[in-house]
Structure formats: structure tokens, C-alpha cells
């Protein structure tokens, strides 16, 4: 079953004469791992928010479980993928690390006592239980990606697209997150990472979607490096 559909979907930014994404068609089945390899300006981020509905394409379609991106709301969207994207601090916008990953669990309806739970259980994954009454403002580079994956960690969503999520982490983290992605896809939960870093990707088994000048120059299934 088709997850994620892009049927010729181009798109350039306002005022670029170059299409940051050109013509590119993907089926993503709703329990792949994907990475998404490319150099820098390759277009990689930019697919992503088109993905998420954060940008309109200007060619082509782009279906997520069944109907066009374009007809979900942010919120619909965020039901049906987690995310976390390159700048992880334009995430964060809550008082506390605390209810940064609070939030959500909230929203979705869950107990006081599960959201405890939940934060207590995403945030020891990093160690960052011990800076739970802090600002995420405050918080070092790498503290805030983490914070922001673990929050988005903690809706276990069914499909998770991570846009250079190891940018400020350190090695034993990375390990850590790369055993973790490994561990929720075993269960089920799809995977897009989308990453220069060859220490998260080396070993990372599954389709790797290499991109150059916007288009899709690889898409190939690898089983080791
Ligand atoms: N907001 C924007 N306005 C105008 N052009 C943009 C904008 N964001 C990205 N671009 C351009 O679109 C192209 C693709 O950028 P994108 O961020 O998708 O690349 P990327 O592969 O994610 O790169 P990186 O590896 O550096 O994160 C680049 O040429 C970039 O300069
Ligand atoms: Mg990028």
C-alpha cells in the first residue's frame, strides 16, 4: 500500500529561476526506511516540507494515505507523520523541556498520568530528564535537536521524517538514536532520514534516495555499505 505518492512534483522558490525539486515521482510504502542522501542545496529539505504540506508544489501531485496533502491541516498532517526538521529550535516553543514533549501527548487526549509517564520514558532516552524545568531556549545545539526528537518521538507516529537530525549531536548520542530508529521501524513505524552523515547512514539497511539539483539520481534498495 502506497503511503506517500509524489507524482511529478516540481517546485521552485520565489523569485529562483532554478526548481529547487524537479519533476520527481516516489511511492513510499507507509513501512519503508528511507534515507535521503545528497549534497548540500540538493533539494533534500525541500522535498521533505513538500511532503508535509508546508509547501505547495507548483507541478504535480502529492497524496498522503489516500488524499492530497493540500486537503489536511497542519494538525491532520502532524497525525499522520512526526517530523522534525533541519532547525530544530524553530520547533520549540514551549516554558519548559517538560512540556515540550507534554505538548502533543496533550493534545492527543492523554491522561496526566501517561503524559508523565511518556516525558519521563522519551526524555530519559537522551538523558535529558535532569533538564526538564528548563527553557529549551537556553539549551545547547544538541540538547534542542534531541529535545525535538524526542518529542516528536514520543507521538509514535506511524511515518517519521527526520531532516538532518544528527547536525549537533554527539557520537554516543547518534549510536543511541540510530539503535532507536532501528528499534521503532523493526515495529513498524516508517523512516525517512534525510542526512549527509555517512556515521548514521553507514549500516542504515534499507532504500537510499540520492539527490542532485533537485532531481532523484539514485533510488535503490542497499542492504549493507
Ligand atoms: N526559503 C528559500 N528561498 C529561496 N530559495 C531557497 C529557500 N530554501 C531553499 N532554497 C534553495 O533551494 C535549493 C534546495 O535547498 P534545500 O534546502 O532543499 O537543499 P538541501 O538538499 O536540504 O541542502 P542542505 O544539505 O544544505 O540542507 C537550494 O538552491 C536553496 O538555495
Ligand atoms: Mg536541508
Request: net charge positive.
Given at each position: 500500500?502506497?503511503?506517500?505518492?509524489?507524482?511529478?512534483?516540481?517546485?521552485?522558490?520565489?523569485?529562483?529561476?532554478?526548481?529547487?525539486?524537479?519533476?520527481?515521482?516516489?511511492?513510499?510504502?507507509?513501512?519503508?526506511?528511507?534515507?535521503?542522501?545528497?549534497?548540500?542545496?540538493?533539494?533534500?529539505?525541500?522535498?521533505?516540507?513538500?511532503?508535509?504540506?508546508?509547501?505547495?508544489?507548483?507541478?504535480?501531485?502529492?497524496?498522503?494515505?489516500?488524499?492530497?496533502?493540500?486537503?489536511?491541516?497542519?494538525?491532520?498532517?502532524?497525525?499522520?507523520?512526526?517530523?522534525?526538521?533541519?532547525?530544530?529550535?524553530?520547533?520549540?516553543?514551549?516554558?519548559?523541556?517538560?512540556?515540550?514533549?507534554?505538548?502533543?501527548?496533550?493534545?492527543?487526549?492523554?491522561?496526566?498520568?501517561?503524559?508523565?509517564?511518556?516525558?519521563?520514558?522519551?526524555?530519559?532516552?537522551?538523558?535529558?530528564?535532569?533538564?526538564?524545568?528548563?527553557?529549551?531556549?537556553?539549551?545547547?545545539?544538541?540538547?534542542?535537536?534531541?529535545?525535538?526528537?524526542?518529542?516528536?518521538?514520543?507521538?509514535?507516529?506511524?511515518?517519521?521524517?527526520?531532516?538532518e537530525?544528527t547536525?549537533?549531536?554527539?557520537?554516543?548520542?547518534k549510536?543511541?538514536?540510530?539503535?532507536?530508529?532501528?528499534?521503532?521501524?523493526?515495529?513498524?513505524?516508517?523512516?525517512?532520514?534525510?542526512s549527509h552523515d555517512t556515521e548514521l547512514i553507514?549500516?542504515?539497511?534499507?532504500?537510499?534516495?540520492?539527490?542532485?539539483?533537485?532531481?532523484?539520481?539514485?533510488?535503490?534498495?542497499?542492504?549493507?555499505?
Open positions: 500500500m502506497v503511503f506517500i505518492s509524489l507524482q511529478g512534483v516540481s517546485y521552485a522558490y520565489n523569485g529562483r529561476k532554478e526548481a529547487a525539486v524537479k519533476n520527481i515521482s516516489l511511492s513510499i510504502g507507509q513501512a519503508e526506511k528511507i534515507a535521503i542522501t545528497g549534497l548540500n542545496g540538493s533539494g533534500k529539505s525541500t522535498l521533505a516540507k513538500l511532503i508535509l504540506g508546508l509547501l505547495k508544489p507548483q507541478n504535480g501531485k502529492i497524496i498522503l494515505d489516500g488524499r492530497p496533502v493540500g486537503k489536511y491541516s497542519l494538525v491532520g498532517v502532524g497525525e499522520k507523520l512526526g517530523y522534525v526538521l533541519q532547525n530544530p529550535s524553530q520547533m520549540l516553543f514551549n516554558t519548559s523541556v517538560y512540556n515540550e514533549i507534554a505538548f502533543g501527548l496533550k493534545w492527543r487526549g492523554k491522561s496526566k498520568n501517561e503524559v508523565h509517564y511518556l516525558c519521563k520514558r522519551y526524555l530519559d532516552l537522551f538523558d535529558l530528564w535532569d533538564l526538564r524545568y528548563e527553557m529549551p531556549f537556553n539549551l545547547s545545539d544538541g540538547q534542542k535537536q534531541l529535545v525535538a526528537i524526542s518529542a516528536v518521538l514520543a507521538l509514535q507516529p506511524s511515518y517519521l521524517i527526520l531532516d537530525p547536525k549537533s549531536i554527539d557520537t554516543f548520542r549510536k543511541k538514536l540510530k539503535d532507536i530508529l532501528q528499534e521503532i521501524w523493526r515495529r513498524g513505524t516508517g523512516i525517512m532520514v534525510i553507514t549500516g542504515f539497511e534499507g532504500r537510499r534516495i540520492h539527490m542532485s539539483k533537485g532531481e532523484v539520481v539514485e533510488d535503490a534498495v542497499r542492504y549493507t555499505d
